[in-house]
């Protein structure tokens, strides 16, 4: 069966099909106004000329497997859909009654479509979960965390092998095992091998550096190869203990290290026999803290969902090797009319999309084209995968116990998302703004001196930080004056603001915050703003005072842009958290009271922003040093320089270092090492 990624490429997914508009007509004129009553489209006119143009659209669509878009009249695509027969799926969207509310909706702003045919269902199936993960439809089930797992790996490439987590392509040669939940999850289970198989984590550079064996060593968590403490040959079998108790042979491993323990014990050599002991307890540790096993089963993801309050979640354990590996719960962003078995059956699909799958995936409801979906799993993983519900035994204990878990890290969410609201409504109130902010974007610099200068911005809204839209600004401008504050969030505004104006233009320069010069959302009833966010922020909040408040309205006056409301939080006396003072246009400064909720949650946005702009320019500065080295760090030349990498191995390892492990190195006394010290640890300026 051909690669439905290579049919992808074969296809041109661009516009391929251009519907007989007379000239003229602007499509997105038929585009229906919001009833303000019942957040649905008011004019039926435009559920009809939805439906014009997908029957236009249907004869031209093939009647064969494949993948169909529906685009807005703006170019956004609206929904990715697969079928058996392209033709027929089309034409019942052009059936005038008898689809749900959200089916509506997508009709009426359809302005195009476009086909991709497959040789059979299933690749179109494989197709769809790419492209919904790479074009992000309004009205698809979204997975909205698909960062990748960490895994373990136990490289090969070395006489030494070495432990250590990895995340992404598995480029390094050795042993990959995982997925794990999450990072805490794989360096709980490294350290926990490091005390049962003596395995260093070390990297190679700190391994050919060492000339004493290092603190590991000495907590009885690595067997120090690096300085020959344990034989090449001794290494070599307690690496193969390692890979077979991760591979799930842990009962043959348990046995073996209990029979030789008592062999130790019984020729009085007890030395030995409490280093077994000890790596006994530490694997039996590893197994006390896996909770919930599935035994009979070598490789297993459950998956279980759980709807309330118009959200789902869906709760992911990963079994390996017969061990449990942790779970994650996902919020997958879905339309409140879907049923959980739906929203189930869309979002395995992308899951699967980039992650390897095991031999068994346990679920908790029955979901459409399980069949189907079984054996596109199998087409893409080469091996046979089981897609089943279990109705009795171990395994529906487990997906019942993922069940309890969906369940309760959904009340979690409902938890913070409701106090979340009222944090909103509070600020809006404390504030003065003319509505709750959907989007809240907070900006800081951060530099030394001027050097190293880096503007960044977070983003905060009901659910919370949005990581993925964070943004950093190298400050460029060769004119500012080296330390200027003011002139640098005149920079970053500056760049942000007329990016934004030629990206989404506002109507009118309306602060509403919605209007993104489309009208698209006008469909989409009262929750628009949270199913297609707009980019403008409802409040701009700025690390500084007056200064800053008065540098961002320069830069709103020149671009034209008015209702943004703005704020500068200025510290309080000594910098003390808790007393900050509030900057507004036309407001005389105030403060909030003490241990005023709101003012603690602008105290978070602000040091979020201040974490992820002193991240940026550390990262910056890091970056620097690598390429002029560490000369720049006054009394150190390029032999103080050799030293310092032959004793640490690498320079994160220099930075890491106290100013005791500096001064043991050739060449460095306690002055030098203070210094050094003071270079990488040296706080931002104010």
């Not at 236009?56 to 695509?77: H, T, W």
């Not at 939940?181 to 003596?198: G, K, P």
């Not at 907590?219 to 001794?234: L, N, Q, W, Y």
């Not at 879905?334 to 699967?352: I, K, M, N, P, T």
């Amino acid at each position: 069966m051909s690669d439905p990624r290579k049919a992808e490429k074969k296809t041109n997914l661009d516009p391929v099909i251009e519907p007989d508009i007379p000239p003229g007509e602007d499509e997105e004129s038929t585009l229906p106004e919001l009833d303000d009553q019942s957040g649905l489209a008011a004019d039926s006119s435009a559920a009809a000329s939805g439906r014009n143009v997908i029957l236009r659209f249907a004869k031209l669509a093939p009647s064969s497997p494949g993948v169909y878009r529906m685009i807005a009249g703006n170019g956004d695509v609206l929904y990715v859909g697969k079928a058996k027969n392209i033709k027929k799926r089309i034409l019942a969207y052009a059936r005038p009654t008898g689809h749900v509310s959200r089916i509506e909706r997508m009709i009426a702003v359809t302005a195009a479509m476009e086909f991709v045919s497959t040789a059979t269902e299933t690749e179109a199936l494989l197709l769809e979960a790419n492209l919904i993960k790479r074009l992000r439809p309004r009205f698809n089930v979204l997975l909205r965390d698909d960062k990748s797992f960490p895994y373990i790996l136990l490289t090969a490439d070395h006489s030494a092998p070495q432990l250590t987590k990895h995340r992404g392509a598995r480029n390094r040669k050795g042993d990959y095992f995982g997925p794990f939940a999450s990072v805490w999850a794989v360096n709980r289970t490294i350290t926990a091998l490091e005390r049962a198989f003596l395995v260093r984590s070390c990297s190679d550079a700190v391994f050919e550096s060492r000339t004493r064996p290092c603190l590991l060593h000495q907590i009885k968590r690595c067997a120090a190869p690096c300085t020959g403490e344990v034989s090449p040959e001794a290494y070599r079998e307690l690496v193969r203990e390692a890979r077979a108790f991760l591979s799930g042979r842990s009962r043959v491993v348990k046995d073996q290290l209990a029979t030789e323990m008592e062999a130790a014990s019984n020729t009085l050599d007890f030395e030995r026999a409490a280093v077994l002991r000890d790596r006994l307890a530490a694997l039996s540790a590893i197994q006390s803290q896996q909770g919930i096993n599935l035994r009979g089963v070598d490789e297993a993801d459950v998956f279980a969902a759980h709807q309330s309050g118009g959200y789902t979640c869906i709760e992911v354990f990963f079994f390996r090797a017969g061990q449990n590996w942790g779970n994650r719960a996902y919020f997958p962003k879905a339309d409140r009319s879907l049923s959980a078995d739906e929203v189930l059956g869309e979002f395995l699909a992308q899951f699967y999309d980039d992650k390897p799958c095991p031999r068994v995936v346990l679920l908790s409801h029955a979901v459409a084209d399980q069949a189907l979906l079984a054996e596109a799993l199998s087409i893409r993983s080469n091996h046979k995968v089981e897609v089943s519900v279990p109705q009795r035994g171990e395994k529906k204990l487990v997906v019942d116990h993922a069940a309890a878990n969906a369940r309760e890290a959904l009340e979690r969410k409902l938890a913070d998302t409701a106090s979340q609201r009222q944090l909103l409504e509070g600020l809006t109130a404390s504030f003065g703004l003319p509505r709750v902010p959907n989007r809240i974007e907070v900006y800081d610099n951060s530099h030394i001196q001027g050097s190293n200068a880096v503007g960044a911005m977070v983003v905060a809204g009901p659910d919370g930080f949005r990581k993925n839209q964070y943004r950093k600004f190298n400050i460029k401008s060769e004119m500012l004056t080296p330390g200027d504050d003011y002139a640098m969030m005149r920079e970053v505004l500056t760049r942000r603001f007329k990016r934004l104006l030629s990206e989404s233009p506002r109507i009118g320069g309306s602060g509403d915050g919605a209007a993104n010069g489309t009208g698209a959302e006008s469909v989409l009833g009262e929750d628009a703003h949270l199913e297609n966010p707009s980019p403008w922020p409802d409040l701009v909040l700025l690390d500084g005072g007056e200064g800053q408040l008065t540098a961002a309205r320069q830069v709103f006056d020149e671009l034209g842009i008015d209702n943004v409301p703005l704020v500068a939080i200025s510290k309080g006396p000594d910098r003390d958290a808790g007393r900050e003072t509030f900057h507004m246009p036309g407001r005389e400064p105030f403060k909030l009271p003490p241990r005023d909720p709101v003012l603690y949650f602008v105290q978070r946005l602000r040091d979020e922003v201040h974490r992820f702009a002193i991240g940026s320019h550390r990262q910056k500065r890091r970056k620097d040093i690598r390429e002029a080295g560490l000369q720049e760090i006054s009394g150190i030349g390029p032999g103080r320089k050799r030293a310092l990498l032959r004793h640490f191995g690498t320079l994160k390892a220099i930075e890491r270092a106290s100013v005791a492990d500096l001064s043991h190195v050739p060449g460095i006394n306690a002055e030098t090492a203070r210094r050094i010290y003071d270079f990488f640890h040296e706080q931002r300026q104010p």
